[in-house]
């Protein structure tokens, strides 16, 4: 899995650091940092509950990579 993050997507909400602080962290002002691009397997479930609920639709997840 690889994660890729529109950052100007990203209304701040902070949904994917709660469901996924290994793989999220956020900005002072809110915007998401992505702290592994490619997470290992036991935190995929994780990462596309964050893509899935992300109000910005700013993560996008590569299943192929």
Same mark, same amino acid.
């Given at each position: #899995? /690889?994660?890729?993050?529109? !950052?100007?997507? =990203? =209304?701040?909400?902070? @949904?994917?650091? #709660?469901?996924? %602080? /290994?793989?999220? $962290? @956020? /900005?002072?002002?809110?915007?998401?940092?992505?702290? $592994?691009?490619?997470? %290992?397997? !036991?935190?995929? +479930?994780?990462? /596309? *509950?964050? +893509? =899935?609920? =992300?109000?910005?639709? +700013?993560?996008?997840? $590569? *299943?192929? +990579?």
């Amino acid at each position: #899995m /690889r994660v890729l993050i529109d !950052e100007s997507k =990203c =209304c701040g909400a902070g @949904q994917c650091v #709660m469901i996924a %602080p /290994r793989v999220f $962290d @956020q /900005r002072d002002d809110g915007i998401v940092i992505l702290l $592994d691009a490619a997470p %290992p397997t !036991e935190l995929h +479930a994780a990462v /596309r *509950e964050a +893509a =899935c609920v =992300c109000p910005g639709a +700013a993560i996008a997840l $590569d *299943e192929g +990579a």
